[in-house]
């Protein structure tokens, strides 16, 4: 042995970059996520307006024939079905 040691693993400069990039993928994640949140909010602001309507003309809550749907039924473009618990659930109520 020469007394050197091997590192095979990435130099300084190149975990600087890493970080860097890193960081902007979840700056950009960090974006998406308040997208998302707004999202959900309205959403949910939309079903208590839904709430209240129901509740005024005395329609009932849950409605099962609403609980099987697409985003075609609703707004007229190609299907995309739904199937996550969340979006089932609250399109049976809302």
């Excluded at 974006?31 to 999202?39: A, G, P």
């Excluded at 208590?48 to 985003?71: C, D, E, F, G, N």
Aim: charged content about 20%; glycine content about 6%; aromatic content about 4%.
């Amino acid at each position: 042995m020469n007394g050197s040691m091997h590192n095979h693993g990435p130099g300084s400069g190149e975990i600087d970059l890493a970080k860097r990039d890193l960081d902007a993928l979840r700056a950009q994640l960090d974006r998406i996520d308040d997208r998302l949140l707004e999202d959900v909010r309205a959403r949910i602001e939309v079903c208590m307006s839904i709430a209240h309507l129901k509740r005024r003309y005395s329609i009932p809550v849950m409605q099962p024939h609403a609980s099987v749907w697409s985003t075609s039924t609703r707004t007229g473009s190609p299907s995309t079905t739904i199937s996550h618990p969340i979006f089932s659930m609250s399109s049976t109520i809302c």
